[in-house]
């Protein structure tokens, strides 16, 4: 089994930061993509980046500049530092993860989400 714990969430005002984390443990052999997803009260969940294990990371267009993901392999940790918050980035942020576990199966994986709330 494969678990992602994600953390740092919480209030902030317009314009300020926040750092999420996410942690993946047990039975894993390889991450391939961890990326950050993020749902708003009453919207679907959108993809907000991406994080490939080779690869170039991808962001929603809404928070390029702003956003940047990142990732600790020896840790299995992604994080996500938000910068210049908007209340229109308020939502629950789920982690997710692609994981090659000791089974030799493939699956992907979410986390419990974290709330982060922008507003002043």
């Known amino acids: 089994q494969v678990q992602l714990v994600e953390s740092g969430g919480g209030l902030v005002q317009p314009g300020g930061s926040l750092k999420l984390s996410c942690a993946a443990s047990?039975?894993?052999?390889?991450?391939?993509?961890m990326a950050w997803y993020r749902q708003a009260p009453g919207k679907q969940r959108e993809l907000v980046a991406t994080a490939p294990s080779g690869g170039s990371t991808v962001y929603a267009d809404s928070i390029k500049g702003r956003f940047t993901i990142s990732r600790d392999n020896a840790k299995n940790t992604v994080y996500l530092q938000m910068n210049s918050l908007k209340p229109e980035d308020t939502g629950v942020y789920y982690c997710?993860?692609?994981?090659?576990?000791?089974?030799?199966?493939?699956?992907?994986?979410w986390g419990q989400g974290t709330q982060v709330t922008v507003s002043s």
């Open positions: 047990g039975s894993i052999v390889s991450i391939n993509v």
């Open positions: 997710h993860a692609f994981v090659l576990s000791d089974s030799g199966r493939l699956s992907n994986y």
